[in-house]
């Protein structure tokens, strides 16, 4: 379980988090959402014990990461969004180094080296220098080195960032399999679409400030606002007008008469909409197509950036 | 008990540095270049001579100036390979994940500075040979070898220590590499600038006793930081004896030397452990 409470960080005047208040359950796959300069790396360097806040705290695991750093480490698995590697160091060395990093006995290690490497399709690649991987297979590396220590909690930021299709989907898929082994995973992503698959929760950030946190789908249905919807009848035109009209949850009806098409902007919920429909159907209203023109992630994306810099 | 006393930045630091080129190729210029020394050394001595043999009085001679030399190759060695410790971490975006690891920071900083030692050790041990040479034709006691290889060893470790500091507070490693030659600049070669700036000013008649003063602390510090000096003193004992004379303390050099190195070393490394984890407060 992770707590973020009051997490404050400023940088001389300038506020990069405010007063950010947060609460992720155990095994919870929460997906960070903002644009570039948001906070969300300065909020996953601070739970990795990069960066100390300047008020509040975090508590991972129960664990502050003001008071025991060196205890939350051993919580965490940390990939950065941009991270580096030893050029001369081969891929299971690179995983060796990073499990004796934790103490980790040598024995144990060669173990979990083997299991990770097969977790993240690289088994072929173990005696292959670091370096001369792919971008891809460098990111899935990465990933590997961040379970070496069997971390109950996983912050990815940004890791699929730089990666081609098929390289994004091998990564979702491993992340699939760590949310089926009941980690808990903070993942910050542009891929919107593809996270919002993954995730249980969504939290949006911006300007340093916790704007929407929940589940993908009320997230989306608190920031898509009204919802536009075509209602395409065989006949009864007046009669469905009149209807639609009555209802005040509606508004700015537009009618398309050759094509037998109604458009028109809802503010009600879903259960709301539901009840709209059946009225309508026992107004014997011939409706044989509804559709609702929803906004996916990615929209709702850029509209909360929008004139942000991304 | 092999796992505590184990650092996986020291095992991870050596396998790199002895898999490298450059480390191998370092090595082969420094024997190369002691090689040209006492190679060009033996045949001007002999030639000058006539006789084709060579005296233990020239053989100190020798050893003498390979000591100085090899402390000048060492203190020109060491910066290069310290002072991108940390900071070549940085550049190269593996220090983040290394500090998200359970490793403290001493280890790190201890890992990284006994790693570059460890090479400088073996540019010492590897030149041995070729020392070795001045013990065929006598002159030096082995308990000179192992005071000479002991000075090396402090210095060494206190300019890396420097080294390691300047990588850990700088963000480039140029800045870094700078700064540390800077100090290295200073300790090798102003402090003796200063030491003879001081050694004048005493002499000057002004000075109550007729031109030498009795008590001159300033310019026996300098001198005694200096390890040129400090290889004169250890070679030649009757140079210390007239360094106390001149300046009136009786302390031997090498006592404050011993000291100053260590004070460095132990204040460099303790800001560099306090600093590694700057943003994070109360890590060490």
Known sequence: MIEIKGLTKKYGSFVALDHFELTIDEGVVCGFVGANGAGKSTIFSILATLLSPSEGDAIIEGKSVRREPAEVRKQIGYMPDFFGVYDQLKVEEYLDFYGASYGIPSDKRKILIHELLELVNLTEKRNEYVDLLSRGMKQRLCLARSLIHDPKVLILDEPASGLDPRARVEMRDILKHLKSMGKTILISSHILPELSEMCDEIVVIDRGKLIAHGHVETIQAQLQGDKHIKVKILNKLNVARAFFEEDPLISGIDIQEDKNEITFTYKGTNEQQVELLRRALQSNIPIFSLTVDEKDLEDVFMAITKGADI | ?284
Not at chain 2, 107 to 130: D, H, N, T, Y
Request: charged fraction near 10%; include cysteine; hydrophobic fraction near 55%.
């Open chain 2, 1 to 284: 008990m092999m796992q505590r006393f184990s650092n996986p930045v020291l095992m991870k630091e050596l396998k790199l540095r002895f898999r490298a080129f450059k480390s191998f190729s370092g090595l082969m210029f420094y024997l190369f270049l002691l090689f040209i020394f006492v190679g060009g050394f033996l045949s001007v001595f002999t030639q000058f001579t006539g006789t084709g043999f060579f005296r233990p009085s020239e053989s100190f001679i020798m050893f003498s100036v390979i000591s100085v030399l090899q402390m000048a190759l060492v203190m020109f060695i060491t910066p290069g390979l310290t002072a991108g410790a940390i900071s070549s971490e940085r550049e190269r975006q593996t220090l983040n994940i290394l500090l998200t690891t359970t490793q403290s920071s001493t280890q790190i900083i201890i890992g990284k500075l006994l790693s570059s030692i460890a090479f400088l050790i073996l540019l010492l041990v590897a030149g041995l040979p070729l020392y070795s040479i001045v013990f065929l034709f006598g002159g030096v006691s082995p308990t000179q070898l192992i005071t000479i290889f002991l000075s090396y060893l402090l210095t060494v470790v206190a300019i890396g220590s420097i080294g390691i500091m300047f990588s850990t507070i700088t963000k480039k490693t140029i800045v870094s590499m700078i700064a540390t030659y800077g100090a290295m600049i200073f300790l090798g070669a102003v402090t003796a600038f200063l030491f003879f700036v001081g050694f004048s000013l005493d002499r000057m008649p002004t000075s109550p006793v007729g031109g030498f003063s009795t008590n001159s602390p300033i310019t026996f510090f300098w001198a005694s930081i200096n390890p040129g000096a400090l290889m004169l003193t250890v070679l030649y004992p009757e140079l210390g004896t007239e360094l106390s004379n001149l300046t009136g303390i009786s302390m031997p050099n090498w006592v404050v030397y011993i000291i100053f190195y260590s004070l460095i070393t132990v204040v460099c490394l303790w800001i560099a452990i306090r600093k590694l984890r700057a943003n994070m407060k109360h890590s060490r």
